[in-house]
C-alpha cells in the first residue's frame, strides 16, 4: 500500500479540466511544500511536471498546475488533449524513516 | 544534457542477488554535489524510491528494503550500482535510476534513465 493516496482513475473530454488528488499526512503532503507531480506514458519513464506543490519546470506547459490544502494536494490539468492521457504519481518529501514516498498512481483517461 | 543508462542482468534467480549499473553521461557523479538515486516499478504497479547515495558515499535507504540494499558509486567510471539481496518474485520490477533536480536533495528526481525490467524467476 502507497502511502499516498490517489484515485485510481479519473477522465475527462478533450478540452475539460480534471483534477488528481494527493492525500498525506501531516508528517509528508501537510508538513511540507516539498509535493512533485509525475507524468508516465506507457513504457516510458516518469516525466517531472510539478515541484514545490505548484511549480512547473522548463518546457511544461500551464495547462498543468498544482495546489494543496491541508494534507491533500492536487494536479490540475485544464484545457484536456489527447497526449495528456497517462499515469500520474505524487511523491513528497516525509519526516518519517521512509524520506521519499509516492503516490499508488491514477489513470487520465481523455475520452 | 544529462543522461542516465542502466544495465545489468533481465533476469534472477529467487534467492540470488539483483546487481545493476547506472552510467551517467553529460555530467559527473562525483562533482555536481547531487544525490543519485534508484527507483522502481513492479508491473502494472506504482513507483517505489528504493535509496540514493551522495557522492561522498553518504547513502539513504528505503527501511522496508534497508536489510537487502546497498548502493555504491565508482567515480572513477562515473557510475553508481544497485545491489539488492535475497530476490523473489516481489522484486521484479522495472529499476530506475534518477537524480533529483536539487544538489544535496533527495528528491524531486528531473533525470530519470530509461529503466530497465528485471525478472526473477527460476
Known amino acids: 500500500q502507497s502511502a499516498l493516496t490517489q484515485p485510481a482513475s479519473v477522465s475527462g473530454s478533450p478540452g475539460q479540466s480534471i483534477t488528481i488528488s494527493c492525500t498525506g499526512t501531516s508528517s509528508d503532503v501537510g508538513g511540507y511544500n516539498y509535493v512533485s507531480w509525475y507524468q508516465q506514458h506507457p513504457g516510458k519513464a516518469p516525466k517531472f511536471i510539478i515541484y514545490?506543490?505548484?511549480s512547473r519546470p522548463s518546457g511544461v506547459p500551464d495547462r498543468f498546475s498544482g495546489s494543496k490544502s491541508g494534507n491533500t494536494a492536487s494536479l490540475t490539468i485544464s484545457g484536456l488533449q489527447a497526449e495528456d492521457e497517462a499515469d500520474y504519481y505524487c511523491?513528497?518529501?516525509?519526516?518519517?524513516?521512509?524520506?521519499?514516498?509516492f503516490g499508488g498512481g491514477t489513470k487520465l483517461t481523455v475520452l | 544534457q544529462l543522461q542516465l543508462q542502466e544495465s545489468g542482468p533481465g533476469l534472477v534467480k529467487p534467492s540470488e542477488t539483483l546487481s545493476l549499473t547506472c552510467t551517467v553521461s553529460?555530467?559527473?557523479?562525483?562533482?555536481?554535489?547531487?544525490?543519485w538515486g534508484w527507483i522502481r516499478q513492479p508491473p502494472g504497479k506504482g513507483l517505489e524510491w528504493i535509496g540514493s547515495?551522495?557522492?561522498?558515499?553518504?547513502?539513504y535507504y528505503n527501511p522496508s528494503l534497508k536489510s537487502r540494499v546497498t548502493i555504491s558509486v565508482d567515480t572513477s567510471k562515473n557510475r553508481f550500482s544497485l545491489k539488492l539481496s535475497s530476490v523473489t518474485a516481489a522484486d521484479t520490477a522495472v529499476y530506475y535510476c534518477?537524480?533529483?533536480?536539487?544538489?544535496?536533495?533527495?528528491?524531486?528526481?528531473?533525470?530519470w534513465g530509461q529503466g530497465t525490467l528485471v525478472t526473477v524467476s527460476s
Open positions: 547515495i551522495y557522492s561522498s558515499g553518504t547513502t
Open positions: 534518477a537524480r533529483p533536480m536539487y544538489s544535496s536533495s533527495l528528491q524531486p528526481f528531473d533525470y
Open positions: 511523491s513528497s518529501y516525509t519526516r518519517s524513516s521512509t524520506l521519499v514516498v
Open positions: 553529460g555530467g559527473s557523479v562525483s562533482s555536481s554535489s547531487h544525490y
Open positions: 514545490e506543490v505548484n
